[in-house]
């Protein structure tokens, strides 16, 4: 055996260990803090040629080698690096996070301390409405004038609710049950930790547009404000490849080969086809999947074979 | 090759098909029922013997063949099971039953849908007091007559943030933003799916004494009523082998074979040697490893050498 | 509290019943079998209307709802449906099936138990050679006349393999030892427990036209004979939605705009920007990107703007 | 919100930087070494600290809280550091390596790239019985004499394999396809991820004396010489509360009770009660769970109550 590996240094990220421990705010009273973190680019670089063996280090650099592991999903390297975060967030978006199971969690206890003092409170201008389009979101937002009073009567329920649980606590009832009655807003606190495929993952979800605003949020200042700095290449891949990707079903890349081939009747004969169109009303009738194309081919500045349904 | 397999049929659980569905009451309005399972003891046993070969279904009969994997902590023969459960939870026991990564979970959408109007209620004689040992825990209840008032609060906080809540959805605002300071004792329902190993691992820590009464209540439900009938060796093997069973440090079990041989003086020696009885006082000071060895003993019925310190 | 729920039935699949323990050749010697299962679409719609509360089961029927769901990359349903198979394959294979972390095994001992004896054997007609495209991959079938002299050779190694392998067993060589050098051919069995969601995504990958034969005969089969049979309109929803689905980056999106709108010129002078063509010399120069883009439009059907570089 | 929270700087390890990337010889010719790792003994107090809130960190100095976490298996802070592997070995141990799922994986792909040119090799003195006391294990070692009649086989078949494996290189085979008799003896390479708290159940499972041989070597190299130097309290815990530790189970613990009590009649009773000992006979027959027992005994130093039934 002839193995001369030299002795190692870790990898260590310049940009990010300049705001390792920073704190990010996110909605009034949150944030999102770099406690540790391990690996770079060139750490998945290398992982990846691990599996090619050696003499490819040659052959790919580095950016295009993320760059190919993210086209082809060869998530594996993404994998070896490893991020923890310390985060403060309201208990009711953390029900959220929490659901992401690929992590490792060390969160606040309300049982062993008492509870944080604080939580998330809304201005007059930031009441949201509840979409007519998606039965889970929200749309425009609440005049202002009217958000005064929701904003006040928050202010109140959340002292209120604060001062049962004081009360509850120096009557020397337990932590554990004293907290029952604590709004879904109070703050909480916790690290968590991952590795950056899953955290990718975890942000294309969350930072997606129709995901709720307050974990998207947290998601955003990740992603911007992180990884962009502890990964800039896989950073850009990501955006390149995965989180402004679009995905076309079998039948929606039939009508997009006729409407590339310049054949819209085609195209719209194919739509008839499927059931997403039926020009004999007035209007066509509502159909999920011709709706949900229509967004891809307006999103991507494609003109409609049939005309804008939506408008 | 000649592989004669004859076809198959699905176990079959009689005592666990007479209560598909069936409602088991936890809390004041919570529950459990099973909806789905898969496998049974014999499944267990089955499952091991592909990893014994063939001709192994002689030696060991299936109970001795459990008890054997149970012992031996071979977990993966308990892992062929999967059970699939319908909870009724409040939310604050929620966050700690979802802690449990290794499970598939649907829960009940409050962006979809309004809020279950169901909070969890403690009538004048539940209310626990803070524990004094243990930081994390509560002990003797409340004096009912004080009690009294602590429930009233309850009653008009919960109904108070109800108010604030179904006035926001009047308003029409968002059912995301809405629910924010709904209290924590909120019900919520949820599919939740498990394999038993991991069912088991669930069982061990939350059917603990010192865990919280809540999430104990749900977890002795689904020991005693769902996993002794599903699979009835596996259960008293687990309650013999994992449950009961007791743990002994290395340093513990120099005691014990002191204590085992007749030398009780030896016995506190070392404990004296591993600084955790100091006899110059007229007490003991605290350690913490000397008490809960202590309390192993006591559990035991097993005389401690140089008496009960915490008398 | 209200809750009147009837008692329940198991979920049947008949379709999937009348092959419970059939055995589906896959290989020379090798096989896949269900032994057990929990669940069928149904039970997948009904996960998804718990999070969506009651009342909406009028208005989504289960097919609609569960493709919606697959569009959607709603995955959590998908998990509440739970298979176990028992499969026959060889050593080689079961490396790379293994690597899928998300599934419950029990695979045949072989520090217990006498190896298998029986290895994967190729015929004269099955040799196939290095892809000079892909290097992870295989290409066309070697000439079966020089395929008789490696099918012969294969037996003789093979015979030799397990001829040491039985000396050392006779002289009383520890088994876990004795099978140190047992071929990689060598057949193993095991019984495998995965959720239809994970069920999915290992078929996603190893269905793949570039994934080796060999897994991949053994994903066909599952996919095909099984999954088709148990939950119908699931599979048919993966076909549409995922398997046959085709994603495009950013840029890709960018030139199909313009193709799509007519402006053919446009979309090359794109990829020109892009880097992806070089159109100086007499043919186009190597590039990934712009050669994996290419083999999707051929895919479709869509004629590609610059002409087919691979000629 | 007044959160003042300096920069942070991240935990290095002194004693574990000095070896980073040194190789750790293991077998003929493998090896571990480390490449990347996160976090230390103080990372999991602060994790730990931040469940309990603030003003605890005086309270509990960072030895004593990692050893009461390692007591009451409160794992989660343990989970918060995390270390990367480079290690090479056998394919066979690998099979048993890979089964650990919570972890990240990137190895040497022999579809990509020739497959190493190198087996594990046994010498004339390394052959081990098989055990006749457990059905998957091994003893003594074969006569050195007898020992160099399979060595001497062993170097033929090796060679004989790679010599049809490179046959098959040379006329044009698919490496996938190629590889498929190499020996299960065959060296691979891999990257291997994983947390503390995982990496210590590895571990516990691995170190154990009736691990196999191979395999136990690795894990034996991995916590004398990485987890030792890298979080030296953490270790030192694992072994006087885990992997020291002793666990007695319900009935075992009824017996201890009256061998610590003085009553050694009683104790026999008792184990007659369960069943384990039969007095009728010359000697006692055969009990699984009294032998357990007794080799519990055997290994604390406590004298058995109803003499020796091994000798």
């Not at 260590?12 to 770079?40: C, H, N, P, T």
């Not at 604590?182 to 909480?188: A, E, F, Q, R, V």
């Not at 955003?220 to 955006?239: D, H, K, L």
């Amino acid at each position: 055996m002839n193995h001369e590996f030299e002795s190692l240094q870790r990898k260590q990220v310049k940009a990010l260990d300049e705001i390792l421990g920073k704190l990010f705010k996110v909605l009034d009273d949150g944030f999102v803090r770099v406690i540790e973190y391990m690996g770079s680019d060139s750490s998945i670089a290398q992982a990846a040629r691990v599996s090619y063996g050696k003499g490819t280090s040659q052959v790919h650099e580095d950016r295009g080698l993320i760059r190919y592991l993210m086209r082809h999903k060869h998530t594996s390297p993404f994998e070896m690096c490893e991020i923890m975060f310390h985060v403060r967030i309201p208990m009711d978006s953390w029900r959220q996070w929490i659901r992401h199971r690929t992590a490792n969690v060390n969160e606040y206890s309300t049982r062993y301390s008492i509870a944080i003092d604080a939580c998330q409170t809304t201005n007059h201008e930031q009441w949201r409405m509840q979409s007519t389009k998606n039965r889970q979101g929200s749309e425009e937002f609440l005049d202002p004038k009217a958000g005064e009073e929701l904003s006040r009567k928050e202010a109140e329920i959340q002292e209120k609710a604060r001062a049962v649980y004081n009360e509850r606590i120096e009557k020397g009832i337990a932590r554990e049950q004293a907290r029952k009655d604590l709004p879904l807003s109070t703050y909480t606190e916790a690290y968590w930790k991952i590795d950056l495929h899953n955290l990718l993952h975890f942000l294309e979800l969350r930072m997606q547009h129709n995901t709720q605003l307050e974990i998207r949020s947290y998601a955003q200042t990740i992603g911007q404000e992180v990884v962009s700095r502890w990964c800039p290449i896989t950073w850009e891949a990501f955006m390149d490849y995965w989180f402004n990707a679009v995905t076309f079903t079998a039948n929606e890349l039939n009508i997009i080969r006729e409407m590339a081939s310049g054949n819209s009747e085609k195209a719209i004969q194919l739509a008839e086809e499927f059931g997403w169109v039926s020009q004999r009303a007035d209007r066509p009738k509502r159909n999920y999947e011709r709706e949900e194309f229509e967004e891809k081919l307006r999103n991507a500045g494609i003109p409609i074979p049939w005309g804008n349904s939506n408008e």
